[in-house]
């Protein structure tokens, strides 16, 4: 089964509009993280943010915000008035316990982002 | 800070040959370095899993002889494709962590491999 499931793989958003990209994931540890990365054409992975599993509010840096939903066990980004550098492919990733996981990150399909001007 | 650099950027090589890929942290000390395999329009796929001084762990499906890891030093882990062929054709990524319970990588810039 699949443990992150990002179910856009396309999406077109007008530019200053804000815009959501869905990510649920599947895991049964109580101790877990989600991250976000965007990768530009040029190919390099940028982090964008990061929610704990524990973390009690939802997780915001500057026009990115993860709107965290533990029992529905989403974690979507929001980015807020979106700007023409926005467009990109969007991927979510999980990391689960310490002790199993070797620290390796477990990752979504991706989202491709374009901005219309 | 926590900045990793790859080297080169691109390569274009013959079939056959093989082909060397470097994977720098350039300030801080990397306990474990990642490779990742990414073919167009897809996500990443994890590779290999290599800490310092010891031994790579390869993913599932992934020719141990035929993408070699060594990972040196705290700083620096190279990919190796050896005998390389047309296949082998991808953008290769390597990220970092410097240790601790952190899970945040850094990511290189990747490499693009095209064998021809």
């Known amino acids: 089964a699949q443990k992150i499931t990002q179910t856009q793989p396309g999406m077109f958003v007008q530019e200053k509009e804000a815009v959501t990209l869905d990510c649920t994931y599947d895991?049964?540890?109580?101790?877990?993280?989600l991250f976000w990365y965007k990768q530009p054409s040029s190919g390099e992975m940028i982090f964008l943010i990061y929610?704990?599993?524990?973390d009690e509010q939802n997780a915001t840096e500057g026009r990115y915000s993860l709107n965290f939903q533990k029992a529905r066990k989403s974690a979507n980004l929001v980015i807020s008035a979106s700007q023409l550098g926005d467009s990109a492919m969007y991927f979510c990733?999980?990391?689960?316990?310490?002790?199993?996981?070797?620290?390796?990150?477990?990752w979504g399909a991706g989202t491709k982002l374009i901005i219309k001007p | 800070g926590a900045v990793v650099s790859q080297h080169p950027s691109w390569v274009i090589c013959k079939s056959g040959t093989s082909v060397k890929i470097e994977c720098r942290s350039l300030?801080?000390?990397?306990?474990?370095m990642f490779w990742y395999r990414q073919f167009p329009k897809q996500s990443l796929m994890l590779m290999a899993t290599?800490?310092?001084?010891?031994?790579?762990?390869?993913e599932q499906g992934v020719e141990k002889d035929k993408f070699l890891i060594n990972h040196a030093s705290l700083t620096l882990s190279t990919l190796t494709v050896t005998s390389a062929h047309p296949e082998d054709s991808s953008f290769y990524i390597c990220?970092?962590?410097?240790?601790?319970?952190?899970?945040?990588?850094?990511f290189g810039p990747g490499t693009r491999l095209t064998v021809t």
């Open positions: 990220s970092a962590r410097w240790g601790g319970n952190t899970y945040e990588q850094y």
């Open positions: 300030d801080f000390q990397a306990t474990t």
């Open positions: 290599s800490n310092e001084g010891s031994k790579a762990t390869y």
């Open positions: 895991t049964s540890d109580q101790s877990y993280g």
């Open positions: 929610q704990g599993s524990y």
């Open positions: 990733a999980m990391r689960e316990a310490f002790m199993d996981s070797n620290y390796q990150l477990i």
